[in-house]
């Protein structure tokens, strides 16, 4: 299977009943978080299917692929290797490119190249540890199980295991969340049956939903350090000098009645 025929099967599912189900959750988590971040420069790696920045604000955002089969992106780009500046972007999304990445390490190492300090990570990815990760699995090694539930390319990377890369990097995840707690069901009319799950899943096993959302901020502590010490001292400096002024006056006071 070719780069490009993965990524269409991609596309395929992503009309189905269940991809659909899928985007509307994901939909609505990008539109919450990028509302109020704020800054100058934000880009989405793939998946056009979702406007992930369509409810931020900033001058400059844009939508890049890696791949011409991508007619709405406006930048075509290796997710590898992005043509942007070190610490250049306020705000980067990645839904799902972390899977159907090259290499995700490098991809995520690129990431942390292109955002500024303090800049925001929104990643979006399947939950292999899910009713539909399961399905999945059942799918591919027991016989009469019917095709697979989800996209057959890329790699799911499980939740606790891209925690651990971003740690790696400096990140630091400042939320997350799961979704998506139907069962793995092709039928608009099942999942729309389904729909009261998501109340209690997200209760009581918040981390088995079929997909996972997080918002992770880069930190560079010493520069961090750094400007909070020189604030202090500046602080200090000015508080100081109207004491003074004011003890002086005072005994011009006395010495000069």
């Known amino acids: 299977m070719t780069r490009e025929d993965s990524i269409i099967e991609l596309t395929d599912w992503?009309?189905?009943?269940?991809?659909?189900?899928?985007?509307?959750?994901?939909?609505?988590?990008?539109?919450?978080?990028?509302?109020?971040i704020f800054g100058f420069h934000a880009?989405?790696?793939?998946?056009?299917?979702?406007?992930g920045l369509r409810?931020?604000?900033?001058?400059?955002?844009?939508?890049?692929?890696?791949?011409?089969?991508?007619?709405?992106?406006?930048?075509?780009?290796?997710?590898d290797a992005l043509p942007f500046d070190s610490?250049?972007?306020?705000?980067?999304l990645l839904p799902h490119a972390l899977e159907l990445a090259h290499d995700p390490h490098q991809a995520l190492r690129e990431a942390e190249r292109v955002l500024r300090p303090?800049?925001?990570?929104?990643?979006?990815?399947?939950?292999?540890?899910?009713?539909?990760?399961?399905?999945?699995?059942?799918g591919s090694v027991l016989p009469g199980q019917g095709p697979m539930f989800l996209p057959q390319e890329g790699e799911f990377i499980g939740y606790w295991r891209l925690r651990d890369w971003l740690r790696l990097l400096n990140f630091e995840v400042d939320a997350a969340q799961f979704g998506a707690y139907a069962p793995p069901l092709r039928s608009t009319r099942w999942l729309q049956r389904w729909s009261w799950v998501e109340g209690i899943g997200s209760r009581w096993w918040p981390v088995l939903g079929a997909v996972y959302f997080l918002v992770a901020v880069k930190r560079?502590?010493?520069?961090?350090?750094?400007?909070?010490?020189?604030?202090?001292?500046?602080?200090h400096r000015v508080a100081a000098a109207p004491v003074v002024a004011r003890q002086h006056h005072k005994k011009s006071i006395f010495e000069n009645p």
């Open 14 to 36: 992503l009309q189905t009943p269940p991809g659909q189900y899928l985007l509307t959750w994901e939909q609505s988590r990008f539109d919450e978080a990028v509302a109020d």
């Open 220 to 235: 560079v502590r010493g520069m961090r350090l750094v400007g909070l010490e020189r604030q202090r001292k500046k602080q």
């Open 55 to 79: 409810s931020n604000r900033m001058p400059h955002r844009w939508l890049a692929s890696d791949g011409p089969q991508c007619a709405q992106a406006t930048l075509l780009c290796d997710f």
């Open 43 to 51: 880009l989405q790696l793939g998946l056009p299917e979702l406007a």
């Open 87 to 92: 610490n250049s972007l306020d705000l980067l």
């Open 118 to 138: 303090e800049g925001r990570l929104l990643i979006s990815g399947l939950n292999p540890a899910s009713l539909w990760g399961l399905r999945q699995n059942l």
